[in-house]
């Protein structure tokens, strides 16, 4: 059953050489990796403007520099991105870069920043989106957060069914947004071209506000930063693209780049013009569409638009996480079960761990991840500082080809996003503080995972080809655990026979029926009589405990002989998998309590049942 549900959510599996089939066009690329840049010009203008209207409303006029400042660093980090592209194809991104040129631990740093981001990625991107569903259906704010974790749960599931089929669900909603956006936009600058509507901004640009400070122009630029998150995913996903990869994906981030820039600005020059506030009641973007719109089919489409992109903008992390999760899993710092793929040829363990802590963290928080966004902020930009200065590393120990004027493009975006990591540390400490327990603490982890694959393949490593020194043994003790006799017991003994110089039988008794033992003993000598039979008697029904124990004592006195110790455990296989859930599950638990021991070889003898 599990099966055929599997395929249905999932599709039939791929081939390995299907994989080819699976990559990603230009187009298709677009929707997949930019819905989270994108989806954050929702809320990019509002967070500045937010900022700003603690001073005043005419304070609200300096969103202007404040965007002209983001822009300048969006510029500088797409064109870092795309070095990056070119110069390191085979995905990672930041992570790759720092560890490059600034060393493992810098790496490390890279990519745990951004392995948590993804999962707040999807978090508030998820709880965005229902956030609009709720207040579409005032009736489900009750449910708001099970609505964010199915629409998780959904997303996880499309992502599963492979590259080709998640950018296909995607394309309507990106697409119809950036056309809603563009029709906004274009609308709202005619009329204020033609005269139409009259300019209602609070204040003239360049106008004295009293009372505005260094520090508050900081905490909106670092607060209108969250529009940048995103950016930096298509350079971890560079092995998914179409042939050739690094220019299709070079391109692709240089699209994402421009269409996020023109929605941005113009969005911001829009909210200023007309003079638009943040309220508690209607959004920034909401406001502009209703004086672009009117309260027409347009308006409800821009919000029907805005709805879908937030509630799929987790998908960037979807698709960039588990690509992250695997060059960290190929240098040793995470489980290798990181880089298995799954039917559908995609990082399966990477999208359900992404999930899982997408869900937990939706849990945490009710549902109300907001307060997050600095923390998410932070959670880019120190990626942002490391690939961006390491990019300038690798350009003075290459130098070719302008790299004088690429490393200043570096230099740039390097000094803003450090700019920005300390405005939000000393600004929003509140917020990201966080940050500075979970990354030392992902770093520990890191480093023991890499040390547990150092010693693993110290230990497993052979020194030199045709020196392995194998040990000879004299024989073979083979232990049977034995729980009554039956025909599973007979196979057993008599495979034990034929691998083993020395065969015991081990049964555990209580004290719950006395004959019943008794029984099973007579049984048991009378059958085969050859074989020792050791009969433990438990007090506290422990079957685990009395076996180690025996095997323990066998197990020292087998080496004393020069002897292996194998215990073998009896097991019968019902006709239907469904079946093992009406049995104990004694040999299970047994054969992991036995793991544990270094000098017993555990085996199981398999009785097939045939009705």
């Given at each position: 059953?599990?099966?055929?549900?599997?395929?249905?959510l999932?599709?039939?599996?791929?081939?390995?050489?299907?994989e080819?089939?699976?990559s990603?066009?230009?187009?298709r690329?677009?929707?997949?990796?930019?819905?989270?840049?994108?989806s954050s010009?929702?809320?990019?203008?509002?967070?500045?403007?937010?900022?700003l209207?603690?001073?005043?409303?005419a304070?609200?006029?300096?969103?202007?520099?404040?965007?002209?400042?983001v822009?300048?660093?969006?510029?500088a980090?797409?064109?870092?991105?795309?070095?990056?592209?070119?110069?390191?194809?085979s995905?990672?991104?930041?992570?790759?870069?720092a560890?490059?040129?600034?060393?493992?631990?810098?790496?490390?740093?890279?990519?745990?920043?951004?392995l948590?981001?993804?999962?707040l990625?999807?978090?508030?991107?998820?709880?965005?989106?229902?956030?609009?569903?709720?207040?579409a259906?005032?009736?489900?704010h009750?449910?708001?957060?099970?609505?964010a974790?199915l629409?998780?749960i959904g997303?996880?599931?499309?992502?599963?069914?492979?590259?080709?089929?998640?950018?296909?669900f995607l394309?309507f909603?990106?697409?119809f947004?950036?056309?809603?956006?563009?029709?906004?936009?274009?609308?709202?600058f005619f009329?204020?071209?033609?005269?139409?509507?009259?300019?209602?901004?609070?204040?003239?640009?360049?106008?004295?506000v009293?009372?505005?400070?260094?520090?508050?122009f900081?905490?909106?630029l670092?607060s209108?930063?969250?529009?940048?998150?995103?950016v930096?995913?298509?350079?971890n996903?560079?092995?998914?693209?179409?042939?050739?990869?690094?220019?299709?994906?070079?391109?692709?981030?240089?699209?994402?780049?421009?269409?996020?820039?023109?929605?941005?600005?113009?969005?911001?020059?829009?909210?200023?013009?007309?003079?638009?506030?943040?309220?508690?009641n209607?959004?920034?973007?909401s406001?502009?569409?209703?004086?672009v719109?009117?309260?027409?089919?347009?308006?409800?489409?821009?919000?029907?638009s805005?709805?879908l992109?937030?509630a799929?903008?987790?998908?960037?992390?979807?698709s960039?996480?588990?690509?992250?999760?695997?060059?960290l899993?190929?240098d040793?710092?995470?489980?290798?079960?990181?880089?298995d793929?799954g039917?559908r040829?995609?990082?399966?363990?990477?999208?359900?761990?992404?999930?899982?802590?997408?869900?937990?963290?939706?849990?945490?928080?009710?549902?109300?991840?907001?307060?997050?966004?600095p923390?998410?902020?932070?959670?880019?930009?120190?990626?942002?500082?490391?690939?961006?200065?390491?990019?300038?590393?690798?350009w003075?120990?290459?130098?070719?080809g302008?790299?004088?004027?690429?490393?200043?493009?570096?230099?740039l975006?390097?000094v803003?996003s450090?700019?920005?990591?300390?405005?939000?540390?000393f600004?929003?400490f509140?917020?990201?503080?966080?940050?500075?327990?979970?990354?030392?603490?992902?770093?520990?982890l890191?480093?023991?995972?890499?040390?547990?694959y150092?010693?693993v393949?110290?230990?497993?490593?052979?020194?030199?080809?045709?020196?392995?020194?194998?040990?000879?043994?004299?024989?073979s003790?083979?232990?049977?655990?034995?729980?009554?006799?039956t025909?599973?017991?007979?196979g057993?003994?008599?495979?034990?026979?034929?691998?083993?110089?020395?065969?015991?039988?081990?049964?555990?008794?209580?004290?719950?029926d006395?004959?019943k033992?008794?029984?099973?003993?007579?049984?048991?000598?009378?059958e085969?009589?050859d074989?020792?039979?050791?009969d433990?008697?438990?007090?506290?029904?422990?079957?685990?405990?009395?076996t180690?124990?025996?095997?323990?004592?066998?197990?020292?006195?087998?080496?004393?002989?020069?002897?292996?110790t194998?215990v073998?455990?009896?097991?019968?296989?019902p006709?239907?998998?469904?079946q093992?859930i009406?049995?104990?599950q004694?040999?299970?638990?047994?054969?992991?309590?036995?793991n544990?021991r270094?000098n017993?070889?555990?085996?199981?003898?398999?009785?097939?049942l045939?009705e």
């Amino acid at each position: 059953m599990w099966r055929y549900l599997k395929r249905l959510l999932i599709g039939k599996p791929l081939k390995t050489l299907d994989e080819g089939g699976q990559s990603l066009t230009k187009f298709r690329a677009l929707a997949l990796l930019s819905s989270d840049a994108l989806s954050s010009i929702a809320y990019g203008t509002e967070q500045i403007l937010s900022v700003l209207l603690v001073l005043s409303a005419a304070a609200t006029w300096y969103a202007i520099p404040v965007a002209g400042i983001v822009l300048v660093l969006l510029f500088a980090i797409t064109i870092s991105y795309r070095q990056i592209i070119n110069a390191y194809p085979s995905g990672g991104g930041a992570y790759v870069v720092a560890s490059t040129n600034w060393g493992q631990s810098a790496g490390l740093v890279a990519g745990g920043s951004l392995l948590v981001d993804y999962m707040l990625t999807v978090a508030v991107s998820v709880t965005s989106g229902t956030e609009a569903i709720t207040s579409a259906i005032p009736s489900l704010h009750a449910y708001a957060v099970p609505i964010a974790i199915l629409i998780v749960i959904g997303i996880m599931a499309l992502n599963l069914r492979g590259l080709r089929d998640s950018a296909s669900f995607l394309t309507f909603p990106v697409y119809f947004f950036i056309v809603m956006i563009t029709i906004m936009i274009g609308i709202g600058f005619f009329n204020i071209i033609t005269g139409r509507v009259v300019a209602h901004a609070a204040a003239s640009v360049g106008s004295a506000v009293p009372g505005m400070t260094i520090v508050l122009f900081l905490k909106a630029l670092s607060s209108g930063s969250s529009s940048l998150t995103g950016v930096e995913a298509i350079s971890n996903a560079v092995p998914n693209f179409k042939r050739p990869r690094r220019k299709n994906a070079a391109n692709t981030l240089a699209i994402m780049a421009l269409i996020l820039a023109v929605f941005f600005a113009g969005i911001t020059f829009l909210s200023y013009a007309g003079g638009i506030l943040p309220n508690a009641n209607q959004t920034v973007l909401s406001q502009i569409g209703e004086s672009v719109f009117g309260h027409g089919l347009f308006f409800y489409l821009l919000q029907l638009s805005t709805a879908l992109i937030l509630a799929v903008a987790a998908n960037t992390g979807f698709s960039a996480f588990p690509m992250l999760a695997y060059n960290l899993a190929k240098d040793k710092y995470m489980p290798h079960a990181y880089m298995d793929r799954g039917d559908r040829l995609g990082y399966s363990n990477g999208i359900i761990s992404l999930a899982v802590g997408a869900i937990v963290l939706i849990i945490i928080f009710h549902g109300q991840t907001s307060l997050l966004i600095p923390l998410y902020a932070v959670g880019v930009f120190v990626p942002f500082t490391l690939s961006q200065s390491g990019m300038i590393v690798h350009w003075f120990r290459e130098r070719t080809g302008h790299w004088l004027l690429k490393s200043s493009a570096n230099l740039l975006g390097a000094v803003l996003s450090l700019g920005l990591v300390v405005c939000l540390f000393f600004l929003h400490f509140g917020n990201v503080w966080p940050y500075l327990i979970v990354m030392p603490a992902l770093l520990r982890l890191f480093y023991k995972i890499h040390q547990h694959y150092v010693k693993v393949a110290k230990q497993l490593r052979i020194a030199a080809k045709g020196k392995v020194q194998l040990h000879d043994y004299d024989g073979s003790t083979v232990i049977v655990l034995v729980s009554n006799v039956t025909r599973v017991t007979a196979g057993a003994i008599n495979y034990a026979r034929s691998i083993g110089d020395y065969v015991i039988a081990m049964h555990v008794s209580f004290d719950a029926d006395p004959k019943k033992e008794h029984k099973t003993a007579v049984e048991f000598k009378a059958e085969y009589p050859d074989v020792r039979f050791v009969d433990i008697h438990s007090s506290y029904r422990s079957i685990a405990n009395p076996t180690l124990r025996f095997c323990d004592v066998i197990a020292r006195r087998a080496s004393e002989r020069n002897y292996t110790t194998t215990v073998l455990v009896p097991q019968f296989v019902p006709r239907r998998p469904w079946q093992n859930i009406l049995h104990n599950q004694t040999g299970l638990r047994l054969r992991a309590a036995l793991n544990s021991r270094e000098n017993i070889i555990v085996s199981t003898y398999h009785y097939h049942l045939n009705e």
